[in-house]
């Protein structure tokens, strides 16, 4: 089955840049998708597409690509970003058309 | 704006049928995925089926012969049903919606918590 790989945790400083990475084989080739989840929330998307941010979500987000990976960008990390982050594709030749990475904690320290 | 709120026994016994409800407040049912996903304690999330809004399904492989997923429009409402559980079956369940194969799931119930346990 496809795998996404995920960091487990990440921590960075108020203010500072934090970036979460993504990794798949094929991922290159594939639309992702970023959410966040909070501890008893709803998860929400905060990129899709590597570009489209929904409205309420701050411009400090932000995806791209590169080979194998793709990395989700939280400029000017503030205390309430932290939270759980994980990446989703469409995957067609797996058997499930929808993969998610393990997801990673973002620690604001 | 839409809301999904996933409902169920929280404490399933081994070999038992887990079932579990969502309920939709606002927006609308046609047109979207109705899907059910959960993640194991420390594991991935792991997309379990989802039920068109035309009432086809599709589930995943792994656990085909054992789902049920149906949509009550009239109640704004989707189930799963997922027979003979093990302990493996253990997880958080979420409820998601999507509106094509590659969109974004769009809307997520906040989760509950399923332990399989006698």
């Known amino acids: 089955s496809y795998v996404l790989t995920q960091p487990p945790s990440v921590s960075v400083a108020p203010g500072q840049t934090a970036r979460i990475t993504c990794g798949g084989s094929?991922?290159?080739?594939?639309?992702v998708h970023w959410y966040l989840r909070k501890p008893g929330q709803a998860p929400v998307v905060v990129v899709s597409d590597e570009s489209d941010r929904p409205s309420g979500i701050p411009e400090r987000f932000s995806a791209s690509k590169s080979g194998n990976t793709a990395t989700l960008t939280i400029s000017g990390v503030e205390a309430g970003d932290e939270a759980d982050y994980f990446c989703q594709v469409w995957e067609s030749t797996s058997g499930q058309p929808w993969v998610f990475g393990g997801g990673t904690k973002l620690t604001v320290l | 704006q839409v809301q999904l709120q996933e409902s169920g026994p929280r404490l399933v016994k081994p070999s038992e049928t887990l079932s579990l409800t969502c309920t939709v407040s606002?927006?609308?049912?046609?047109?979207?995925?109705w899907t059910w996903i959960r993640q194991p304690p420390g594991k991935e999330m792991e997309w379990i089926g989802y039920?068109?809004?035309?009432?086809?399904?599709n589930y995943n492989p792994s656990l085909k012969s054992r789902v049920t997923m149906s949509l009550d429009t009239s109640k704004r409402q989707f189930s799963l049903r997922l027979s003979s559980v093990t302990a493996a079956d253990t997880a958080v369940y979420y409820c998601a919606r999507i509106g094509g194969l590659l969109d974004p799931f769009d809307a997520w119930g906040q989760g509950t918590l399923v332990t399989v346990s006698s």
């Open positions: 606002g927006g609308s049912i046609n047109g979207y995925y």
């Open positions: 094929k991922i290159g080739s594939e639309t």
């Open positions: 039920v068109y809004y035309s009432g086809s399904t």
